[in-house]
């Protein structure tokens, strides 16, 4: 069964939320939607871990809800603007490290798809015996990845 979505400690839901936040001010929906995209799908942080490190964020005044409608945005304070300067670099390497993972699953995506597009020609064209090999070359192929990952 393929992994799931990344789990992340509590420090980078954190981490997250403020880096996005000193972009502009956002929801706890938004920052779900945005730290998704950010890092291709890799990481679906749930609303159980971010609405309460937004009130925890909140209570050490380091952001604030802003809004009078049903949505309440949240806006860096100038404590939560000096902790963003004070740690940029920390806030760079949580986005490099997504950017490089979607960068090296961008490959496998792409072969995946190729393989899939013959293996559909092959249920619609092949005959017995191409569909025989096929499904040799393919059990052949199946052991073969799951020996690298044995590595």
């Known amino acids: 069964m393929p ?3 990344q789990r992340k400690r509590r420090g980078d839901v954190r981490i997250a939320i403020l880096s996005l936040l000193s972009e502009q001010p ?3 929906y938004g920052l779900i939607k945005e730290i998704t995209e950010r890092s291709g799908g890799t990481w679906y942080p749930s609303p159980g871990s971010i609405y309460p490190t937004l009130q925890q964020l909140v209570d050490e005044e380091l952001i604030e809800p802003t809004g009078e409608d049903k949505r309440t945005d949240f806006q860096l304070t100038d404590a939560g603007k000096e902790w963003v300067q004070a740690h940029t670099e920390e806030l760079a390497t949580l ?6 993972r979607i960068k090296a699953d961008a490959g496998l995506h792409e072969s995946i798809a190729k393989l899939m597009g013959v293996i559909h020609q092959l ?3 092949a005959n017995d015996t191409q569909r025989a090999k096929a499904i040799e070359t393919l ?4 052991r073969a990845l799951y020996a690298i990952l044995a590595d």
């Open 26 to 28: 956002n929801n706890g």
């Open 95 to 100: 986005w490099q490290g997504a950017n490089a």
């Open 139 to 142: 059990d052949e192929t199946r």
């Open 3 to 5: 992994p799931g979505p």
């Open 123 to 125: 249920r619609f064209a």
